[in-house]
């Protein structure tokens, strides 16, 4: 299934003219089963993405001790109370969304010298059960980042379920470049290869990688 989809995506981005590495893929392993995972390690993978703080300090803390290349990147909301925490465990979190959490991360990033890599999370589709900035307090939110000296990379969305993705992977792509952002985490099992076309520089894909996730 890895080689499978590794393969899908260098196809994607031959077919849109991209450089060949231009997109990272990151195998979200939220609630698989240690075998499967293991299996993507032992295929040489290193990128995974975790939806939760508290199963990614359970479970990545003896790979990462067995494979020392390992990253791993929170996808998922990110309470204030669990900022310090989730900083001791991803390289990257894509789902900084509001002022309390950005001042939590900029003062921890102060104290340490050091902060994991930041996307803002735009809510495209503004849907109100969902995280993220909405689109037109995304460039305010974004300068606010950048004065409190926040390693941003990018920007990422999660479009609304059962709705045509490519105009809110656009609308995302428009938001980072007026910004001068240049990392575009959008695209999943479902639609990577439009993500794809459409500028992702991560694509986040879980199922069809590991198959279905099966929730207790
Ligand atoms: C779970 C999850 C994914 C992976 O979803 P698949 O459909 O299994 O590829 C990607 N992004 C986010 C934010 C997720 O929560």
Request: charged share 25%.
């Amino acid at each position: 299934m890895l080689k499978e989809i590794r393969d899908r995506i260098a196809a994607a981005e031959a077919a849109a003219g991209r450089v060949p590495g231009a997109v990272q893929l990151i195998a979200v392993s939220k609630v698989q089963p240690a075998g499967r995972v293991e299996a993507v390690l032992a295929e040489g993978h290193r990128l995974f993405g975790e939806n939760y703080v508290q199963e990614t300090a359970a479970k990545w803390p003896a790979w990462r001790a067995q494979y020392p290349d390992v990253r791993v990147h929170m996808i998922g909301p990110l309470q204030t109370n669990k900022v310090k925490l989730a900083a001791d465990l991803f390289d990257a979190i894509h789902t900084v969304d509001r002022p309390g959490l950005a001042e939590k991360l900029a003062r921890l990033a102060q104290s340490r010298g050091a902060s994991p890599e930041l996307f803002v999370q735009v809510n495209t589709g503004a849907e109100p059960q969902k995280a993220g900035v909405l689109p037109d307090a995304a460039d305010a939110f974004i300068a606010d980042c950048r004065r409190m000296d926040l390693p941003l990379a990018g920007l990422m969305c999660i479009p609304p379920e059962g709705e045509d993705a490519r105009p809110h992977f656009r609308m995302l792509a428009r938001i980072a470049a007026r910004n001068g952002l240049a990392g575009l985490s959008m695209g999943m099992s479902s639609d990577f290869e439009m993500a794809i076309a459409e500028g992702a520089t991560h694509v986040r894909v879980g199922s069809a990688i590991f198959g279905a996730r099966v929730y207790a």
